[in-house]
């Protein structure tokens, strides 16, 4: 898929792309967790997400790789807390990684990079379809958490996706996997507490539609897990795919504490 922009120029997306990337509500920041607002509210809700999916599919769309799922009878959603009554129905989950140790993360928490961050891509039931949500400035929930590597241990569900690597080694590779619950992804301890703030796609055109919901605690990774990351090949050769933070300006960070 070429769309005219890369990892190798980030910084030049605010002039291809004016209308968007240059907003001042942009992702990711840096979370500094001194700098938040402690909100009260029930927690998120996560339905569905038990269900094993008729198929998967994993594919490399020259930015990332991309996880899709289809059920056979019910979608995957996420509503409550933050979101109100509002449903964000499932769409994909995919990854933003880098080269080194301490890098890969695109948002960071009192300034640490972690080595990976998984976006779990959600659409405003309402808006009846992802292509559609992105213009409106509520059409979006992505869900964000982080990997790191803790005592080198390896993440399970992980290894699910990294089993079928090879088939997505290169743009456009694209490969059924073994269907498993995407419940999978959400096992840390403390796993509730999460900031929220309202930003931006972190790729172009950097639509101002995402409420962004950060998960706190981390997820171990090994470190022969984050090289197979670093192996993949991205648009122009790119082996990274984060954007730097963007400036906070007028917006609230909210915790929520569990
Ligand atoms: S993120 O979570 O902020 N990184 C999109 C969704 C989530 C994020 C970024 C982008 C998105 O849906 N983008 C529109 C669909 N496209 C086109 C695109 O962004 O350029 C994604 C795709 O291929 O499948 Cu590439
Ligand atoms: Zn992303």
Known sequence: VEEGWDYTNVDEWKKEFPQSCAGSKQSPINIILNNTKLAYTTGL????????PAEMRLTN?????????????????????PLGLNDYIFEQLHFHWGQKDNEGSEHTING???????????????YGSIENAVNYSDGLV??????????????????????????????????????????DFKVADNYDDFISYS????????????????????????KKQIAKFRSIKL????????????????????????
Request: net charge positive.
């Open 45 to 52: 809700e996560w339905k569905n997400y038990d269900f094993t």
């Open 61 to 81: 769309n020259g930015h990332t790789i991309q996880l899709q799922a289809k059920w056979y009878y019910y979608d995957a959603y996420v509503t409550s807390g």
């Open 112 to 126: 640490k990079r972690c080595e990976l961050e998984i976006h779990m891509v959600h659409w405003k039931r309402d």
């Open 142 to 183: 992505v869900i964000a958490s982080f990997y790191t590597v803790l005592l080198n241990r390896k993440s399970q569900v992980l290894e699910n996706i990294l089993d079928a690597i090879s088939s997505v080694q290169n743009v456009n590779g694209t490969t059924k996997i073994e269907p498993f619950p995407l419940s």
């Open 199 to 222: 930003g931006s796609l972190t790729t172009p055109k950097c639509n101002e539609v995402v409420t962004w919901i950060i998960l706190l605690t981390p997820f171990s990774i090994s």
């Open 235 to 258: 648009n122009h050769g790119s082996k990274y795919n984060y954007r730097s933070t963007q400036p906070l300006n007028d917006r609230k960070i909210r915790v929520y504490l569990q």
